[in-house]
């Protein structure tokens, strides 16, 4: 009942799989970022610090991302389907669990830790499972799928926003608990595939599993690297920007439009950066380098706004940040994912995935209690902005030595104009096919090293 294409199919149902990874991305992402909106009402309703409530986003996000590698050995092992399905129950549940908390250890364990849990499951397989399906249009259909993140932050962020202001912090957990439980269905769409290179037999043991073997590869351990580093301060804005906006007077609603101004510009850009990225004309490591700086720069805007004017000006200057943090965060978001069935091949991608969701956590997970911490300590949050996207910036400077550690391969010549090879749309220069299956004595034939 499987079908068994040459290849990737490059669309088909593919393009169902993109809509389910966009609203998985929405409903973990999206919504993560928005929930920062909340942060201030759980300080005033249990007397804490903001350094204490930023670690309920804080766990969130990094068991969310610590927890993905086993996501991802579950899909390798039992498919993408009923993983995510699950995944979707458990996040549900832990909203509803966090609706009726009494302290802050109970959100810390509701949304830390079941929500957190939860979102582990859905995200890399529902990822990796659509890079399986496309070859050609990869990273355009991953950046598709990414804007979820962009499009649920401009509806949630004013939707949160009404329902904490008419239901109280409460009663909005409550009618997310339901939001996320549409999770479930989403996983129902991701149909199996099977390709050439698939291992005839799920891996045995917990480390083959968890895919821990791809480190032994030179670049995927830089690449790692650098990603880690970039994961210190590329969330931060997740949960504190809307907590930045308040603090500079914008009010609720003025935070909220923040948050909406940055999602539009990551949604729009993660497509623009898709489909550049597919067209080949630029070297994937170097986009990938471009774009990490330019996120780092724009995380450093965010945090010079209040040296920039007067409290009066604020405003304004704040919105033209945010949306060029979310132009450039945007722009990067794809390539991450993009570049690794170039570096990994298409038979490791979920794993991989999870790999780099895992290392994303550590910074997922110091980055915003840091921010908090340096805001307690300050009095504003210009301080942890600046700390945030100067980890940005030094995971950049790991990227500039992702080119040497990979094979040096180009197009072999043709005699005349023809159709690119199936995985042209790679970004790195890599032997693609060989990757999918190193058996295959053919699998060279449309690239020379």
Not at 80 to 104: C, N
Request: charged share 10%.
């Amino acid at each position: 009942m499987t079908p068994k294409p040459a290849g990737p199919p490059d669309g088909g149902w593919g393009w169902v799989v993109a809509a389910a990874a966009f609203a998985v991305n929405g409903l973990s992402y999206g919504l993560l970022r928005s929930l920062g909106l909340a942060l201030p009402d759980l300080a005033e309703h249990f007397d804490r610090s903001t350094q204490d409530t930023a670690w309920v986003s804080a766990l969130a996000l990094a068991v969310q991302q610590a927890a993905s590698p086993v996501g991802s050995a579950l899909s390798t092992r039992w498919g993408a389907r009923p993983v995510v399905m699950v995944g979707g129950v458990l996040t549900s549940l832990g909203f509803v669990f966090s609706a009726f908390a009494h302290s802050l250890l109970h959100l810390y364990l509701g949304l830390g830790v079941l929500a957190g849990s939860g979102w582990a499951l859905v995200f890399a397989p529902a990822l990796g499972t659509l890079s399986r399906y496309f070859s050609r249009r990869r990273v355009l259909a991953v950046g598709l799928a990414l804007t979820g993140n962009g499009a649920s932050s401009l509806l949630l962020a004013p939707t949160l926003q009404f329902l904490l202001d008419t239901f109280g912090w409460r009663g909005a957990l409550l009618l997310l608990g339901a939001i996320t439980l549409h999770l479930a269905p989403c996983g129902a769409l991701l149909r199996p595939l099977v390709l050439p290179g698939d291992p005839l037999a799920p891996p045995r043991g917990p480390l083959a599993a968890l895919g821990l073997g791809l480190f032994a590869r030179r670049a995927f351990s830089i690449f790692a690297l650098g990603t880690a580093l970039v994961g210190g301060g590329y969330f931060v804005p997740y949960v504190h920007l809307a907590p930045h906006a308040l603090d500079l007077g914008l009010g609720g609603y003025g935070a909220a439009l923040v948050v909406a101004v940055a999602a539009v510009g990551d949604a729009g850009a993660r497509l623009i950066s898709g489909w550049l990225a597919d067209q080949g004309w630029v070297p994937l490591s170097r986009l990938l380098l471009v774009f990490a700086v330019l996120t780092g720069l724009g995380v450093l805007a965010v945090g010079l706004v209040p040296l920039a004017g007067s409290q009066e000006g604020c405003g304004g200057a704040l919105l033209a940040a945010a949306g060029a943090y979310g132009l450039s965060a945007g722009s990067y978001a794809p390539l991450v994912f993009g570049v690794l069935p170039g570096l990994v091949g298409v038979g490791g991608v979920v794993q991989a995935t999870g790999l780099v969701m895992m290392l994303m956590s550590l910074g997922g997970l110091l980055g915003p209690p840091l921010s908090g911490f340096l805001r307690d300590e300050t009095g504003d949050f210009t301080a942890s902005f600046l700390a945030c996207g100067s980890f940005i910036l030094s995971g950049s400077f790991i990227y500039m030595g992702l080119p040497g550690a990979l094979p040096s391969c180009g197009p072999a010549p043709a005699p005349g104009p023809a159709p690119p090879p199936p995985e042209s749309g790679e970004l790195l220069p890599v032997l693609p096919v060989a990757l999918l299956s190193s058996e295959n004595p053919q699998s060279t034939r449309d690239t020379t090293c």
